[in-house]
């Protein structure tokens, strides 16, 4: 990190998204990632934006969490290269993104295991295995 | 597959036939790594392309949980071979960024001479695909011959000819010493004379231009709107190079963003080739004003609890790090948006009303490096 | 263009003629890790820590053995040897090693230990911690 940068982290509610999304693209703010942690449970989401010239070097992350299972509508609207990143999260984090244009019904990667890289909880009895 | 991007079909007009479907790659002479295309073609047209990729996905970032943080830079460098210092560069630095330590002067400035001698090499190889893109194999053959010398620098340097080894965390490992440093950069001189006349034949050869110039035309703002980076986006006359934030020693060094307005191919491969001339004059200047010093920091313990974001300016454009840490040796998370997953919907855009035969050059013209993509 | 042809026609070819002429190494060159196995300890770390898992130690009866096409030579074991008895050459395994099974992992075998007193309470040295 540097000086000439300025980077901030907000935390938004899940369903702000679209017009905190659409605020940033009427600034002409630029997408710059979308990011997945697994977390057990659920998984936190980070849409970061980017900025330059005038406005200064600058990167604003929107953050929040979703549990298992909960809906979070995609950006493709506003910004179609995103469907990328939330095909790729979709994929291996299980985050039920809906209606992505561009869609690769899980087969970004193909591979053998569904949802890779989500947390799962590990049961307390399954590593034992058996009476002792 | 459901939809494509945008949603972009050709009309069946008078045309009897609808649109055809050819398969493009994974297997493919001129990419250098598996990627693949459904292309949409009325008669020799592409009215849409629909990208797949996937082909060699190896779960890299899910290995951060078991490898303890010190360690995983060996691995992290090799996520790609081309970009393989700035991928371990990156997650030391924001790995460094959790930490809260700051690198001693002259490890900034060492890993500022193996950026740049890597971009130097990267434009290089890209420039030999590029001609073999559209056939021109000696000039592939003589841009990698020139391409030998640099990696000759790099191994006397580092100690390994593309896997450079010399970034970790705290510092880097290598000192070579300033007699090294000025013998090298010594004989590189005949690498710039060999770039100044290939860049006369990429650049001013007609048979060249036939091939390159109006082929896949990008305008400054859907390059923008795309989220291009790099090359790609400055070609297009958007001004926007990662490092202008001045991480390492790009703070202290003077250079201008490579700017080009033209938006095809052979603005791209113009911008390329400015670049590795502006990356000697940078070379140069990294080797006159070096400091002296302790090349790395010692780490010890467990790091603390934090994240952090690093934007690095690889040969392909702006790539995004971003660490978590939980308090073990193990980090939490690890992130790499590389520059390519990027330029994809680009590239997509840039092949829309192309001929059948530039595919392969619209493609090169990203440089595309799926291995990092898909780490 | 006649220049070029000329020139071309008058050298030889550009390229090496591998394997009789070899490029000698640098001297920073990554290459073989090479072991000084009289100060080994068997401590573990290096093949704990090997992002390759090249290096095999075991603690009884001491052994160390590396396999020389499955190491990256990146350097680890070397910085976390704690009695450094770990070191690099500058050259790499060439391909001929390959066919050669046995060449191509380099290991070393400490000689069997004797029982240090006829009661058999104290252990050897060097097997006490564990």
């Known amino acids: 990190m540097s000086d000439k940068e300025v980077q901030e982290i907000i935390e938004i509610e899940p369903s702000k998204l679209l017009s905190e999304v659409d605020q940033l693209r009427s600034a002409a703010w630029r997408l710059v990632q979308i990011l997945c942690i697994g977390q057990q449970g659920g998984a936190e989401l980070s849409y970061s934006f980017g900025t330059d010239g005038e406005r200064g070097l600058r990167m604003r992350s929107l953050r929040f969490t979703v549990s298992e299972g909960t809906n979070v509508p995609s950006i493709t609207a506003l910004y179609p290269a995103a469907f990328l990143y939330e095909n790729e999260i979709r994929d291996l984090f299980g985050v039920a993104i809906e209606r992505i244009a561009g869609d690769w019904m899980g087969k970004v990667y193909d591979v053998a295991k569904d949802t890779p890289f989500k947390k799962v909880t590990v049961s307390p009895m399954s590593s034992e295995g058996g009476i002792k | 597959m459901s939809g494509e991007n945008q949603g972009a079909h050709a009309p069946v007009e008078e045309n009897i036939r609808g649109p055809s479907v050819i398969p493009f790659g994974p297997q493919h002479p001129v990419l250098p790594e598996p990627l693949h295309f459904d292309l949409i073609l009325q008669d020799e047209k592409i009215v849409g392309a629909v990208p797949q990729i996937g082909y060699i996905h190896r779960g890299l970032e899910l290995l951060v949980e078991k490898r303890d943080f010190t360690d995983y830079v060996h691995v992290a460098e090799r996520i790609c071979g081309i970009c393989s210092f700035m991928h371990g560069m990156g997650y030391c630095e924001a790995v460094e960024g959790v930490l809260g330590v700051e690198i001693p002067d002259r490890a900034k400035w060492l890993r500022t001479f193996w950026c740049e001698l890597e971009r130097v090499h990267s434009h290089l190889l890209w420039l030999g695909l590029a001609a073999d893109a559209f056939g021109f194999e000696s000039l592939f053959n003589a841009a990698w011959r020139t391409r030998e010398l640099v990696l000759d620098v790099a191994e006397e340097t580092s100690g390994g000819r593309v896997i450079f080894g010399s970034a970790i965390v705290g510092g880097v490992s290598r000192d070579p010493s300033k007699e090294t440093l000025e013998r090298c950069m010594k004989a590189l001189k005949s690498v710039r004379g060999d770039v100044a006349r290939l860049s006369h034949v990429m650049l001013e050869d007609p048979t060249v231009q036939h091939r390159l110039v109006g082929v896949g035309t990008l305008s400054k703002e859907r390059a923008y709107e795309l989220g291009a980076v790099g090359p790609m986006l400055r070609a297009s006359g958007y001004d926007y190079d990662a490092r202008k934030r001045g991480y390492a020693a790009y703070g202290e060094v003077e250079f201008k963003s490579v700017v080009e307005t033209a938006g095809d191919s052979m603005a791209r491969a113009a911008v390329r080739i400015r670049e590795i001339e502006q990356s000697f004059a940078i070379l140069d200047q990294v080797v006159a004003k070096i400091p002296e010093g302790p090349v790395s920091i010692p780490i010890k313990g467990m790091p603390p609890v934090g994240e952090c974001f690093a934007r690095l300016e690889q040969p392909r454009g702006e790539v995004v790090y971003y660490v978590r840490s939980n308090g073990t040796r193990n980090l939490e998370r690890f992130r790499v948006r590389t520059p390519t997953f990027a330029n994809i919907p680009a590239m997509v855009e840039a092949m829309r009303g192309a001929s059948l035969a530039d595919v392969p050059t619209i493609t090169l013209t990203i440089d595309p490096c799926i291995s990092c993509t898909e780490r | ?130």
């Open chain 3, 1 to 130: 263009m006649a220049r070029i042809v000329f020139r071309n026609l008058l050298s030889g070819p550009a390229t090496r003629r591998y394997p009789y002429v070899v490029r000698p190494a640098f001297e920073g060159s990554r290459g073989r890790i090479t072991i000084d196995y009289p100060s080994c300890i068997h401590c573990g770390a290096c093949a704990r820590r090997c992002p390759a898992g090249a290096i095999k130690v075991t603690r009884e009866p001491g052994s160390w053995s590396i396999d020389a096409f499955s190491c990256v030579t990146c350097g680890l074991c070397i910085r976390v040897c704690p009695k450094k008895c770990l070191g690099m050459g500058n050259e790499r395994p060439t391909a001929v090693l390959a066919l050669d099974k046995a060449g191509r992992v380099e290991s070393h075998v400490s000689p069997p230990k004797e029982i240090a007193s006829a009661s058999g309470a104290s252990s050897p040295k060097g097997d006490a911690d564990a």
